[in-house]
């Protein structure tokens, strides 16, 4: 059974594969994609539980992706990766709702940890939202 459903955006075909056959092999789904066009296209298949997108892309940036999937649902958690590690941009990324921000080259187990996290933390708001809902 799978944990979540995963989109993974990077115009790398290398880190597309590690990041997806590590997350398909803890249990979750992936679908990657690399441009902006293509990861559109897959959230408009189905609306990923989390995402991981890359900060350049050829046709776009992961930040003006993460307005768009938070424009949405909000509470889809997104972790922006990059081989650049400014930190202004980190800042920028941050106040648009990622939920991380992860400098290139990481682990296998920094990746399925960040996974873990941000989707605990997605059921969490969920909780929480529906409990003030209640009241």
Same mark, same amino acid.
């Given at each position: 059974m799978?944990?979540?459903?995963? &989109? +993974? +955006?990077?115009? *790398? ?5 590690f990041?997806? $056959? ?7 789904? =992936? =679908?990657?994609?690399?441009? +902006?066009?293509?990861a ?5 298949r189905?609306? %990923?539980?989390?995402? /991981?997108?890359?900060?350049?892309? %050829?046709? !776009?940036? !992961?930040?003006?992706? &993460?307005?768009?999937i $938070?424009? @949405? #649902?909000?509470?889809?958690p =997104? =972790?922006?990766m990059?081989? /650049? ?5 980190? @800042? ?6 990622? /939920?991380?921000f +992860?400098?290139? %080259? /990481? #682990?296998?187990?920094? &990746?399925?940890?960040?996974? *873990?996290?941000?989707?605990?933390? #997605?059921?969490?708001?969920?909780? &929480?939202?529906?409990?003030?809902? #209640?009241?």
């Amino acid at each position: 059974m799978s944990k979540a459903n995963v &989109l +993974v +955006v990077d115009d *790398q075909d290398s880190i597309r594969h590690f990041v997806g $056959k590590a997350l398909e092999a803890d249990g979750y789904t =992936v =679908v990657t994609a690399g441009s +902006v066009r293509e990861a559109r296209e897959a959230i408009e298949r189905e609306m %990923p539980d989390l995402a /991981f997108l890359d900060l350049k892309l %050829p046709d !776009g940036t !992961g930040i003006e992706l &993460l307005r768009e999937i $938070k424009r @949405v #649902q909000s509470e889809v958690p =997104v =972790v922006l990766m990059t081989a /650049f590690g400014e930190l202004e941009t980190a @800042v920028e990324a941050m106040s648009a709702g990622a /939920f991380w921000f +992860v400098k290139k %080259p /990481f #682990q296998n187990e920094e &990746l399925l940890a960040l996974a *873990q996290r941000a989707l605990e933390s #997605q059921k969490l708001w969920l909780e &929480l939202r529906r409990l003030r809902h #209640q009241a």
